[in-house]
């Protein structure tokens, strides 16, 4: 696989390990607003999105960790200083743990987080080939109403290397592009035939003489 991105990504070292000249991943990071299921469907919390890997969708949970700063000489306030991605509850729950006296702010309950992973994991392949990427982002509830999904994000942003290191990622990419350029193909020749037909061509004799046409 070629890449032709603007950005670079945690796979991107295993292009070393060879390339297939005839899938080129073009990597253009695209923000957009869509709609996911219905509004009573989806998560309240904030920390609730998604990503998405070829065909799959992997739950994930952002775990904010907050330090009291001076804001000046009269006033405190708190300040994110670091934070984990979850992408699965038990990842969730050793996390949540470590940092219990610095999580601020969430008050989401154990069993509604551990309902969210199990329902928001699953596989699809509507998303990839719709926007015609192996790679895609969502944000149940993001701090700018204008856009919550992304095209083509940097997934070391969101520390997925922990979910597939980096040789595996480059090769379902790989291969998950390949089958998405076949399927595509499929589907314009399938058009086009249709296409052809319905204006009363048959493909087989329409566009060549008859052996007994003089």
């Excluded at 290191?165 to 379902?172: C, I, K, L, P, T």
Aim: charged content about 30%.
């Amino acid at each position: 696989m070629r890449l032709r991105s603007d950005f670079h990504d945690y796979y991107d070292r295993a292009i070393g390990y060879g390339i297939d000249s005839k899938v080129v991943y073009e990597r253009k990071t695209r923000h957009l607003k869509i709609a996911m299921r219905s509004d009573i469907d989806i998560p309240t919390n904030g920390n609730c999105e998604l990503i998405g890997f070829c065909g799959q969708v992997h739950p994930l949970y952002r775990i904010k960790k907050y330090e009291r700063v001076a804001a000046d000489n009269r006033c405190w306030s708190y300040a994110v200083v670091d934070q984990y991605f979850a992408y699965t509850f038990e990842d969730y729950q050793t996390q949540r743990k470590e940092w219990e006296k610095n999580i601020m702010f969430d008050t989401a309950r154990e069993q509604t987080v551990k309902r969210f992973f199990h329902e928001w994991s699953f596989d699809t392949d509507r998303l990839f080939h719709e926007y015609a990427t192996p790679i895609w982002a969502f944000n149940f509830r993001p701090w700018n109403d204008e856009t919550n999904f992304v095209v083509d994000p940097p997934l070391k942003e969101y520390e997925f290397e922990r979910v597939k290191d980096a040789n595996s990622a480059f090769q379902e990419i790989s291969v998950y592009l390949a089958n998405i350029l076949i399927e595509q193909k499929e589907v314009i020749e399938l058009s086009d035939s249709y296409r052809v037909q319905k204006s009363g061509f048959d493909l087989k004799t329409s566009f060549r003489r008859a052996k007994n046409d003089s």
